[in-house]
């Protein structure tokens, strides 16, 4: 189970970093993904990375704000997230897939996790 926390409310322009924990990410086999959705909308991909840590993707929306890293030490996925406005406001969840390679589909993943809420709000 996937374990994610960091989540909460933020000033526009200002700055979170979410966490996610999963034994599994002692493994270099596992691609790890941050997805988010907001209320009626379909769930999207936000950003990942391979199982070899050195190649991340992030969507045209969060590029240049967000940053999804790894420490393998603590077993911890980040995402930290930068500049943030206000449609950056849903839920994130982290998503681990038994794939080496990155994907942007939710079909890429076998694991989530709960979510956190993230409000960006004046």
């Known amino acids: 189970q996937l374990v994610e926390s960091g989540g909460g409310s933020v000033q526009p322009g200002g700055s979170l970093r979410l966490s996610c924990a999963h034994s599994?990410?002692?493994?270099?086999?596992?691609?790890i993904g941050w997805f988010r959705q907001a209320p009626g909308k379909r769930r999207e991909a936000v950003s990942c990375?391979?199982?070899?840590?050195?190649?991340?993707i992030s969507v045209e929306s969060v590029e240049g704000r967000f940053t999804i890293s790894r420490d393998n030490a603590k077993n911890i996925v980040y995402l930290t997230m930068n500049s943030l406005i206000t449609e950056d406001t849903v839920i994130y969840y982290c998503?681990?897939?038994?794939?080496?390679?990155?994907?942007?589909?939710?079909?890429?993943?076998?694991?989530w996790g709960q979510g956190t809420q993230v409000t960006v709000s004046s």
């Open positions: 599994i990410f002692t493994s270099d086999s596992y691609s």
């Open positions: 998503a681990a897939g038994s794939y080496p390679s990155c994907s942007v589909h939710i079909s890429g993943y076998d694991d």
């Open positions: 990375l391979d199982s070899s840590g050195h190649r991340p």
